[in-house]
Each structure stands twice: as structure tokens, then as C-alpha cells.
């Protein structure tokens, strides 16, 4: 990574998570709603019986209660559990058990499966920093879903959870970044590619 391109990805980083921060609580519920019934239209329109998912921190966009939705419909849901050496194991959730992870990210409690696990699945939510128009997607800078997607030989489609405001014209992209297939933002489905 050149000096100027990484310099870039940190202030890029820097301005989208204070403007994560300065969200007011009208405007989480509003967009929690929204995502919600985004997410549950992505799922029945697919049809989609298993899906790999994250739990949400307090400045994401709010995936919980489609996670509780998910779990009330027998949609089987994969959760990540990082891992020291930068890889992700999953584990099957149940909506209830949680704990502080590595870098104080909220992780599942309950059966650990390998990173393989992720191969059944019908569709990967991917958390995101920013998305470019072009499918480029930025994460938060540890690489986790960068690795664990381009180790995957054939993936199921992939789509990033961000909100309307992080989807951008372009993101400063680096030889290892994933895209994704497409976006879910609380107000719509883009599909770049299928």
C-alpha cells in the first residue's frame, strides 16, 4: 500500500465514522426500520434459507432485528468470530448470546464452526466503511472479510450493509480489496453483479 493511498483510506474512514457518530437517535429508529424491512425484502425475494450475517456495533447500520426476524423464520444465520491470525470462523446464532470479541466488536457465544462453514450459505452481509459505484468496498482497515472472501474458490453472492450516505462515486481500492455483488443501504438493493 502506497503512503498516500492508505493516508487516503484513514481520512476517508476518519469523516465516515464521525458521521456515523453524529446520527441522532430519531434518525437510527427511522433507518433501523427501513433496513430491516430492506433486508427481510432481500430475503424473501431470494428465497434465501441460510445467510452469513455480523452483529451490528452501536454505529453501524442496526441489522439486529432482521437478525431477530431472521431467527423467528428458521432462516439459518452464520455469525463471524474473529480470529488472531486475521481469518473468520462462524458460528450458528440464536439472537440471544453475545460477547466483546477481539477489538471490542460484539461476537456470537455458541458452537464454533471452521471458516469453510461459510461456503453453504445463500448470501453473504458484509459490513462496510463505504462502497464504490464500481462493487469496490472499504471495510474498517483489519482485512477480516477481505481474506476470508478472496480465499473462497466460489462464493455465494456477497452484498454490503451500508447506509444511503456511504454509497460513493468511487473508494481508494488496494490489490487485496473484495468487491461485492451488491449493496443494501435502508432504502434500497444494488446489484453490480450476479
Do not use: C
Not at 428458521?74 to 453475545?98: C, F, N, Q
Not at 466488536?105 to 450459505?121: F, T, Y
Not at 452484498?159 to 481508494?172: I, K
Request: charged share 30%.
Amino acid at each position: 500500500m502506497t503512503a498516500d493511498l492508505g493516508n487516503e483510506k484513514r481520512a476517508l474512514r476518519a469523516d465516515l465514522r464521525q458521521r456515523r457518530r453524529s446520527r441522532t437517535s430519531t434518525e437510527r429508529d427511522t433507518e433501523s426500520l427501513s433496513l430491516t424491512a430492506t433486508l427481510q425484502r432481500f430475503v424473501e425475494e431470494r428465497q434465501i434459507a441460510s445467510v452469513a450475517v455480523y452483529l451490528s456495533a452501536p454505529d453501524e447500520p442496526d441489522v439486529r432485528p432482521f437478525l431477530n426476524w431472521a431467527f423467528e423464520q428458521g432462516i439459518r444465520v452464520l455469525l463471524p468470530v474473529t480470529r488472531e491470525d486475521g481469518l473468520l470462523d462462524w458460528a450458528v446464532g440464536d439472537g440471544t448470546s453475545e460477547r466483546e470479541g477481539l477489538f471490542g466488536m460484539p461476537e456470537v457465544v455458541g458452537e464454533i464452526l471452521s471458516p469453510l462453514a461459510i461456503n453453504d450459505v445463500d448470501a453473504i452481509l458484509t459490513p462496510a466503511a463505504a462502497v464504490g459505484h464500481d462493487g469496490v468496498r472499504m471495510g474498517w482497515g483489519r482485512g477480516y472479510y477481505d481474506k476470508t472472501l478472496g480465499s473462497m474458490a466460489k462464493r455465494p453472492p456477497v452484498y454490503a450493509v451500508v447506509f444511503d450516505a456511504e454509497y460513493l462515486d468511487e473508494v481508494p481500492r488496494e490489490a487485496h480489496d473484495e468487491p461485492v455483488d451488491g449493496i443494501i443501504t435502508p432504502s434500497r438493493i444494488i446489484t453490480f453483479r450476479s
